[in-house]
């Protein structure tokens, strides 16, 4: 028989059997501390080694500071994330957050699959530059993370040895392209050539033309965006011009021009950032030059290609308050900066990180800052890829004479009045 303090104490060891059991019950029925967290999906591109560890450290970080936040990174390619991320809106399984090509932006914001950020425009837009290809019927629909351009790299020691007095690149058409013809035609036991000119290649021919269109006062689409205007005469003497410089130099992919002007064995090339990781790595055996891009005698101005890596939110996302503290996090001074360093770019959209690059930037990268200051974006529009594959046929037969530019602009602008009216 228990006494009263024997039974007060067997019934306080059984309450605490039976509260020990129900935690642990509740703990393997979904419990734990992971169940409760909100979890974000984010797709991004940036998958080299010399990237994605930065990606990776920045979500760690945010998620450290926010443990209620739980990241799932998943990587895309740049051959074929623009369709995988087409099927997964069209789909219902697109992910909280997505970064999306300057160019890509439009066609999805006039879709209705990603979120208006007008408000969120209207409190950072002087923090972040280059807001113009997130713009959509007067809305917003991104939040620039990186930007980027295009200017000219030449090598000046071949400059020396065509008898060009000056190692300053050239400023004009005309320049550009007798001091190309010069080099080509140097006798130096190895072929050299002038100017590096784009074969076909999807996505990067049409950003080699463009400053040439732009700087001539041509465009591709009227300002309404109703018509095609690459049949004028101010788009057809761009034309015309590049193929002469296509004929005055050496063709190929971006990779292969890139790598023959490391060789030594190229004038000039136009060329992007990631060009200066590898001078940096490589360490060319001649002396490096960047510039602008040459400007026609009728123009002062230089115009190149401007792009960039924009972060945006799906209108279905049941997280959107959280997803976008994240962006706000990404395109930050510090982490701007830090993503920027990582990938090599001295053109961050952040105003603050610009700021410190440009304090660090040797006169390489100091190019491309001023660079960006004249660059443009092609023009918003939905069915801008289809646009943007039409041109590029265009330059293409025009560089391999198969058509004259003249004709081969006309049929684009026939073809892209198409899909205007569709």
Same mark, same amino acid.
């Given at each position: 028989?228990?006494?009263?303090?024997?039974?007060?104490?067997?019934?306080?060891?059984?309450?605490?059997?039976?509260?020990?059991?129900?935690?642990?019950?509740?703990?393997?029925?979904?419990?734990?501390?992971?169940?409760?967290?909100?979890?974000?999906?984010?797709?991004?591109?940036?998958?080299?080694?010399?990237?994605?560890?930065?990606?990776?450290?920045?979500?760690?970080?945010?998620?450290?500071?926010?443990?209620?936040?739980?990241?799932?990174?998943?990587?895309?390619?740049?051959?074929?994330?623009?369709?995988?991320?087409?099927?997964?809106?069209?789909?219902?399984?697109?992910?909280?957050?997505?970064?999306?090509?300057?160019?890509?932006?439009?066609?999805?914001?006039?879709?209705?699959?990603?979120?208006?950020?007008?408000?969120?425009?209207?409190?950072?837009?002087?923090?972040?530059?280059?807001?113009?290809?997130?713009?959509?019927?007067?809305?917003?629909?991104?939040?620039?993370?990186?930007?980027?351009?295009?200017?000219?790299?030449?090598?000046?020691?071949?400059?020396?040895?065509?008898?060009?007095?000056?190692?300053?690149?050239?400023?004009?058409?005309?320049? &550009? #392209? /007798?001091?190309?013809?010069? =080099?080509?035609? @140097? !006798?130096?036991? +190895?072929?050299?050539?002038?100017? %590096?000119?784009?074969?076909?290649?999807?996505?990067?021919?049409?950003?080699?033309?463009?400053?040439?269109?732009?700087?001539?006062?041509?465009?591709?689409?009227?300002?309404?965006?109703?018509?095609? &205007? #690459? /049949?004028?005469?101010?788009? =057809?003497?761009? @034309? !015309?011009?590049? +193929?002469?410089?296509?004929?005055? %130099?050496?063709?190929?992919?971006?990779?292969?021009?890139?790598?023959?002007?490391?060789?030594?064995?190229?004038?000039?090339?136009?060329?992007?950032?990631?060009?200066?990781?590898?001078?940096?790595?490589?360490?060319?055996?001649?002396?490096?030059?960047?510039? @602008?891009?040459?400007?026609?005698?009728?123009?002062?101005?230089?115009?190149?290609?401007?792009?960039?890596?924009?972060?945006?939110?799906?209108?279905?996302?049941?997280?959107?308050?959280?997803?976008?503290?994240?962006?706000?996090?990404?395109?930050?001074?510090?982490?701007?900066?830090?993503?920027?360093?990582?990938?090599?770019?001295?053109?961050?959209?952040?105003?603050?990180?610009?700021?410190?690059?440009?304090?660090?930037?040797?006169?390489?990268?100091?190019?491309?800052?001023?660079?960006?200051?004249?660059?443009?974006?092609?023009?918003?529009?939905?069915?801008?890829?289809?646009?943007?594959?039409?041109?590029?046929?265009?330059?293409?037969?025009?560089?391999?004479?198969?058509?004259?530019?003249?004709?081969?602009?006309?049929?684009?602008?026939?073809?892209?009045?198409?899909?205007?009216?569709?």
């Amino acid at each position: 028989m228990l006494t009263p303090c024997c039974f007060t104490q067997h019934f306080c060891v059984v309450k605490k059997l039976v509260m020990i059991t129900i935690v642990a019950l509740l703990a393997g029925c979904g419990g734990s501390d992971d169940d409760t967290k909100i979890r974000l999906t984010f797709w991004q591109f940036w998958t080299s080694p010399d990237v994605k560890p930065t990606i990776e450290s920045l979500i760690a970080e945010y998620e450290q500071a926010h443990p209620e936040i739980e990241i799932d990174l998943v990587d895309l390619t740049w051959s074929d994330g623009h369709e995988k991320i087409v099927i997964a809106f069209s789909t219902g399984s697109a992910p909280d957050i997505v970064e999306l090509g300057s160019d890509w932006i439009g066609e999805f914001a006039l879709k209705g699959v990603i979120t208006d950020l007008t408000d969120f425009h209207d409190s950072a837009s002087s923090d972040l530059m280059m807001w113009e290809p997130a713009r959509v019927d007067g809305k917003v629909y991104a939040v620039p993370w990186l930007l980027g351009t295009r200017v000219l790299f030449y090598n000046k020691d071949l400059l020396d040895l065509a008898g060009i007095e000056t190692k300053e690149a050239p400023r004009t058409w005309d320049q &550009l #392209l /007798d001091y190309s013809t010069r =080099i080509s035609n @140097l !006798e130096l036991g +190895v072929p050299v050539y002038g100017f %590096g000119s784009n074969s076909a290649e999807r996505h990067r021919l049409y950003k080699k033309f463009l400053p040439f269109l732009w700087s001539n006062g041509g465009a591709i689409l009227s300002e309404d965006g109703t018509v095609s &205007l #690459l /049949d004028q005469p101010e788009a =057809i003497a761009a @034309l !015309e011009y590049y +193929v002469s410089l296509s004929d005055a %130099g050496y063709m190929e992919s971006q990779r292969g021009l890139d790598d023959k002007f490391l060789a030594g064995e190229l004038g000039f090339i136009i060329s992007g950032d990631w060009l200066l990781r590898r001078i940096a790595n490589q360490s060319p055996q001649f002396d490096v030059g960047t510039a @602008l891009i040459p400007t026609p005698d009728t123009s002062d101005v230089s115009v190149s290609f401007a792009g960039g890596e924009y972060l945006t939110l799906n209108s279905q996302s049941k997280q959107k308050r959280e997803a976008l503290k994240f962006i706000s996090y990404l395109v930050a001074e510090d982490a701007d900066y830090d993503f920027c360093n990582a990938v090599g770019s001295p053109t961050p959209a952040n105003r603050g990180a610009a700021s410190r690059i440009l304090s660090e930037a040797d006169s390489l990268s100091e190019t491309f800052l001023r660079q960006i200051e004249t660059a443009r974006t092609p023009p918003v529009h939905p069915e801008w890829v289809h646009i943007e594959e039409i041109l590029e046929k265009a330059v293409e037969k025009a560089i391999y004479h198969k058509s004259t530019p003249a004709s081969a602009l006309g049929t684009a602008r026939s073809e892209i009045d198409k899909l205007l009216v569709k």
